[in-house]
């Protein structure tokens, strides 16, 4: 791609998902993006509409919103951030896991947002809000919630006796030569789309513009060694504290969404989740996934303005 080309692409995803800038944290690179509306045009000017934070999921950046920010960016200052191994932020192998992107966003919050915030997550992002809610809680007015994918669950189900044994195998068989080979398997583009046509069931196509922004991290310098990593954390309990424990430690309201038909966090655990905390509010969505705030990000819009106004002017 030339410069010229390299121009347009940039200057057509500012009018989708605002101003892309990177910044260094422990040495390695983050991408994010900014849109401010023309109410706040610049950084250092006094506000009253308290910002907007945006935490994608597994696989996917911060293009994966770019149907939800120009929506929002007109009643508030508006950020995303690519979590560590996705999007346009470095890849390789680290210790990947929740902790990581807490302390990753945090740092985010504190350098280049500066101020408290709101903060809607998708599927592990909303794992990443929760953890950093629950931490952090002056940094956070209240925090969205879209599909928790509680990968706590799964540990408690096996015996405490045979935790270290399952752990042993899993490690054993998850070895770095057969999950490469996995990857160069799922990363083909006809795979991509029959697992996007699992998280999108209100879609009947599927835009060559989705599977784009979904393929082309894939191509990334260590994305292999940061798949290879992630993999082998997933299923260890390090990676994310149980949901049961941190959503009854939060203090700010709390929105969840959940798609009635995703097929990746069944909607099943979404009242047993919302039960541990009354400040939670929960909204079935009919008809979407995995992903509602791309599948239908005008409902999704409205449901969380409507709840923000009912818990205050923020």
């Not at 009253?48 to 994608?56: A, M, Q």
């Not at 196509?205 to 191509?219: C, G, H, Q, V």
């Not at 149980?242 to 038909?261: H, N, Q, T, Y």
Request: overall charge neutral; hydrophobic content about 40%.
């Amino acid at each position: 791609m030339g410069e010229g080309d390299m121009a347009k692409e940039l200057a057509h995803w500012q009018n989708r998902i605002g101003h892309q800038r990177s910044f260094l944290w422990r040495g390695l690179q983050v991408r994010y993006c900014f849109w401010r509306s023309p109410n706040h045009s610049t950084p250092s000017e006094n506000t009253s509409e308290t910002p907007l934070v945006l935490i994608h999921g597994f696989g996917a950046s911060i293009e994966h919103w770019r149907g939800f920010i120009p929506k929002v960016a007109g009643d508030r200052p508006v950020y995303s951030i690519d979590l560590l191994g996705f999007g346009g932020s470095e890849k390789g192998h680290f210790n990947f896991g929740v902790p990581l992107w807490v302390e990753q966003l945090h740092y985010f919050l504190e350098t280049v947002v500066a101020e408290p915030v709101l903060i809607m997550g998708n599927s592990i992002g909303s794992l990443v809000t929760a953890v950093l809610t629950e931490r952090y809680p002056e940094k956070v007015k209240a925090i969205a919630l879209l599909s928790v994918p509680d990968v706590a669950q799964r540990q408690e189900m096996i015996p405490t006796s045979l935790r270290p044994i399952v752990g042993k195998i899993e490690q054993t068989t998850m070895q770095p030569w057969l999950i490469r080979r996995i990857f160069y398997f799922l990363r083909r583009r006809g795979v991509l789309k029959n697992w996007l046509k699992l998280a999108y069931p209100s879609l009947n196509i599927l835009s060559e513009e989705l599977i784009d922004i979904i393929a082309e991290p894939t191509m990334d310098l260590g994305v292999v060694d940061a798949f290879i990593a992630l993999s082998r954390r997933v299923s260890r309990p390090e990676f994310c504290p149980p949901m049961k424990k941190v959503l009854p430690a939060i203090s700010c309201p709390i929105l969840m969404l959940w798609g009635e038909k995703d097929r990746f966090v069944p909607v099943a655990i979404a009242p047993t989740l919302a039960k541990t905390n009354p400040k939670i509010t929960l909204k079935i969505l009919p008809n979407l996934g995995h992903c509602p705030h791309d599948e239908d990000p005008d409902l999704v819009y409205r449901l969380f303005t409507q709840w923000l106004g009912e818990i205050d002017h923020l």
